[in-house]
């Protein structure tokens, strides 16, 4: 996984992506993100998170595992030659798609907490 970049698509989206390959007019991303910016109407701070390209419970469960390529043809996008991506953001996209960054392993998913049952109706025997 130490080929993620950014780049900005034609309509202004930085994505966030492993480039798999990179063709004369394309660029070969598996599993991109979009970054999305969000600022807080109260006091005017900004947070910023990432979300899929497509979520995972779209694709069928095959095709999840291996991951999926989306081509982006280079005359729509622009890119940096020397963009290096901050740790944080490197470990969300990790997160996202449960990918180690570096040599670190996966985290182990947390099971759900069981919900709390609430009675409505007393059950009357």
């Known amino acids: 996984m130490s080929n993620i970049t950014a780049f900005v698509d034609n309509v202004g989206r930085v994505i966030v992506g492993e480039i798999v390959e990179t063709t004369d007019d394309q660029i070969k991303v598996k599993e991109p993100a979009v970054v999305n910016v969000q600022v807080d109407q109260q006091n005017g701070q900004i947070s910023v998170q990432l979300l899929p390209f497509i979520f995972r419970e779209f694709v069928k469960p095959e095709c999840r595992e291996s991951g999926v390529v989306w081509s982006f043809y280079k005359t729509n996008v622009v890119s940096s030659d020397n963009l290096e991506l901050d740790d944080?953001?490197?470990?969300?996209?990790?997160?996202?798609?449960?990918?180690?960054?570096?040599?670190?392993?996966?985290?182990p998913k947390k099971e759900a907490p069981e919900p709390e049952v609430v009675k409505l109706f007393d059950d009357e025997d």
């Not at 944080?88 to 985290?107: C, E, H, L, R, T």
């Open 88 to 107: 944080a953001i490197m470990k969300q996209y990790s997160n996202i798609f449960d990918k180690p960054v570096g040599n670190a392993s996966p985290a």
